[in-house]
């Protein structure tokens, strides 16, 4: 019996030494990444706890698992109808640099996914965070990037549920580069999409154009500009929410990203076969953005924006699109435009003149790595 005993005593102390163990925190002394915090040993879960767990830990991260478990009843409510849709949407971000004047890469990783969500009509509910992290990145760099993906995650509504982290050996990658996946929810009575656009509807943009792309291009530093330029990087799912319910019937919307305004209207007049018709003097563009792009010969339709959308409405509920913008907190919405039937899947652009020039997608790449 003693040795029995004397056995389960044993293991009864085993098993309170591995639940203390378990429930010590690990320790990060760290300041700058290492190659042992992307193996999976004790250094990685030191960089999880400290870093991302701290930063957003949530009920859903907290399972701390190879994948997060959502129950339906949590889809379900936020669709709140037996005919909603889920849209699920994945992005991934190399700006350079990473931390830029009015944001940085973890702000712009989850408002890009959040925007994406949001004006294919759904209410974001949940995103995904994988890193792929640069030997030698600063840890405190880290901190602050991964708090403002919480900061960001909160004002948009949405859980961080899941992620991974990858550590590649320096000059094998350039710092940090994040690939976000998010899930949103369409209400049964969003309805929208290319083959709603008609002939006479009237076209809004929800603020100013081509921000952050400058914004990138004067923090990279080797430009002979200095402009305080901000990135206009902000979730629009508020925004989106505003419009739909003042305006049911909204047709179409787009974020106006890569490409910006130009790309986004040569596919919105490509998918629907009729023409778009802008006006150049109704298209807001911050003057201080203006004369940077006139600088250096870049025209403000085609940079990239990261809280800017474009919407198509009918032409009775235009006014009543900006107002209900403007009242949601958008810092400039306009009506820029309309839709024509001539010239066919085209765009035109309507000068102060009266003139018109051809507005085509962008060719190239004058802005690389603004997202």
């Known amino acids: 019996m003693e040795p029995k005993n004397r056995l389960n005593q044993d293991q009864t102390h085993v098993n309170e030494t591995i639940a203390r163990v378990r429930r010590r925190p690990s320790k990060l002394k760290d300041t700058h990444v290492t190659l042992a915090h992307g193996a999976g040993g004790k250094a990685s879960a030191a960089l999880v706890e400290h870093v991302f767990f701290n930063a957003y830990g949530n009920d859903l991260l907290g399972q701390a698992g190879d994948s997060a478990v959502i129950g339906l009843n949590e889809l379900v409510s936020a669709g709140d109808a037996p005919g909603a849709q889920i849209a699920f949407s994945s992005d991934g971000y190399v700006v350079n640099p990473i931390e830029f004047p009015g944001g940085n890469i973890g702000e712009l990783a989850i408002n890009g996914t959040v925007n994406d969500l949001a004006v294919a009509g759904a209410i974001p509910q949940f995103i995904s965070a994988s890193f792929i992290l640069e030997e030698g990145l600063e840890i405190e760099t880290l901190r602050r990037i991964v708090t403002s993906m919480h900061q960001a995650a909160d004002k948009a509504g949405v859980r961080i549920a899941t992620g991974d982290t990858k550590v590649v050996p320096k000059g094998a990658g350039d710092k940090i580069y994040i690939t976000t996946s998010g899930i949103g929810i369409i209400p049964q009575a969003r309805n929208l999409g290319f083959e709603h656009v008609e002939k006479g509807n009237k076209i809004i943009v929800s603020g100013h154009i081509a921000d952050h792309g400058m914004a990138v291009m004067m923090a990279r530093g080797d430009l002979a500009i200095n ?99 403007r009242a949601a907190g958008a810092e400039n919405p306009r009506v820029i435009g309309r839709i024509v039937s001539q010239p066919a899947a085209a765009v035109v652009l309507i000068t102060g003149f009266g003139g018109t020039r051809m507005v085509d997608k962008l060719v190239g790449d004058p802005l690389p790595r603004i997202c």
């Open 227 to 325: 402009a305080p330029i901000e990135s206009d990087t902000r979730e629009v799912a508020t925004l989106v929410d505003a419009l739909v319910t003042a305006v049911p019937n909204t047709r179409w919307m787009r974020d106006a990203t890569r490409g910006g305004l130009a790309t986004v209207m040569n596919e919105l007049a490509e998918n629907t076969g009729l023409g778009v018709a802008l006006e150049d003097e109704a298209i807001p563009v911050r003057p201080m953005t203006r004369a940077a792009c006139d600088m250096l010969g870049i025209d403000p339709l085609y940079v990239a924006n990261e809280g800017t959308f474009c919407a198509v409405v009918p032409a009775e509920d235009a006014e009543r699109a900006v107002a209900a913008l």
